[in-house]
Nanobody, 123 residues
């Protein structure tokens, strides 16, 4: 049974930092491209960042470039999202997802999803 479990969310003041982690079980994570997505109330789910199977290729949506960093540790079956200089617009539920094929910013290509972790940034 495949499980993706996110952790590290919480409440932080604007300008602060959080580090999200996504622990995968039931799959060999090094075979999967991974992505972080987020969904704010009343909005569609959007890509935040993606990373290829070996970590050599990353993608960031424009609004987080220079502030967020995606990384992975395949030995630990874990993907991370370091979020710095957080702003209130980053408030959302953050999800990680696994895609057996290529890393893509399109959420419907991802086969497995975590349950999400709430990130709230206060002004």
């Amino acid at each position: 049974q495949v499980q993706l479990v996110e952790s590290g969310g919480g409440l932080v003041q604007a300008g602060g930092s959080l580090r999200l982690a996504c622990a995968a079980s039931g799959l060999t994570s090094k075979k999967y491209a991974m992505g972080w997505f987020r969904q704010a109330p009343g909005k569609e789910r959007e890509v935040v960042a993606t990373i290829s199977q070996r970590g050599g290729t990353t993608f960031y949506t424009d609004s987080v470039k220079g502030r967020f960093t995606i990384s992975r540790d395949n030995a630990k079956n874990t993907v991370y999202l370091q979020m710095n200089s957080l702003i209130p617009e980053d408030t959302a539920v953050y999800y990680c997802a696994a895609d057996l094929d290529i890393a893509t910013p399109l959420p419907h290509f991802y086969e497995y999803w975590g349950q999400g972790t709430q990130v709230t940034v206060s002004s």
